[in-house]
């Protein structure tokens, strides 16, 4: 939260259901099958992704 500013606090809610817990993203698998490499990284994309957030 300290990058956007906000004093907003994060809650944890549970899982969310079993999807949550079935469903776990490999960036390594990606990589091998796909050659995918993510272009950001997760702190430069919530840095972009806040003010979209913010204006809606």
């Known amino acids: 939260m300290a990058r956007s500013g906000s004093a907003s606090r994060i809650t944890l809610l549970g899982s969310g259901g079993p999807d949550v817990r079935t469903r776990r993203p490999n960036l390594a698998k ?8 993510p272009r ?11 003010p979209v957030r913010t204006q809606t």
């Not at 990606?30 to 490499?37: N, S």
């Not at 950001?40 to 840095?47: L, S």
């Open 30 to 37: 990606a990589r091998t099958l796909l050659g995918y490499q």
């Open 40 to 50: 950001v990284t997760v702190a430069e994309g919530i840095v972009k992704l806040l």
